[in-house]
């Protein structure tokens, strides 16, 4: 379920304001990620951390969690953070810097309650709203675009 939609700055992913759209996943949930976007990954970086609630705001500035960072054929930039929870023990990513990825393709999984957080340029246009369940693979969260 969507949980929070904003701005953030994420000098990890790009310089200056960018949008980020936090889903928290029960442990009921699936936890499969799939590239929200064709393009090439330059960034895959995995940060130990706590595991405190997945739920909590600030679970991405704490947490375990891994980032993967893909750059379109047009420039723009998109992150992904896979943030481990309380209950979930591991964080999974199967690319690899470097590596070309279609969108759709499987990227990781974290093993049961977690939260992953998209992050987009603040020109794309997001999708989806608070409170709002995702189906994986079928949901389009955000655009390219204003």
């Known amino acids: 379920m969507v949980t929070q939609i904003g701005l953030v700055e994420d000098t990890a992913v790009g310089a200056g304001s960018l949008q980020r759209v936090v889903t928290f996943l029960s442990p009921l949930d699936v936890h499969v990620q799939r590239s929200p976007v064709a393009g090439e ?30 750059r379109r054929d047009n420039g723009d930039v998109v992150g992904v953070r896979q ?34 957080d998209l992050i987009v340029p603040p020109t794309y246009r997001v999708l989806v709203q608070v409170g709002q369940r995702l189906r994986n693979g079928e949901t389009p969260v955000a655009l390219p675009g204003s």
């Open 41 to 70: 990954v330059i960034v895959e970086r995995f940060t130990a951390g706590r595991k405190v609630a997945a739920f909590k705001p600030d679970a991405d500035r704490h947490n375990e969690n891994h980032l993967t960072v893909f």
């Open 83 to 116: 943030i481990a929870g309380a209950v979930a023990r591991r964080v999974v990513c199967y690319l690899r810097q470097g590596q070309r990825v279609p969108q759709g393709q499987l990227m990781g999984l974290i093993k049961f309650g977690s939260r992953v």
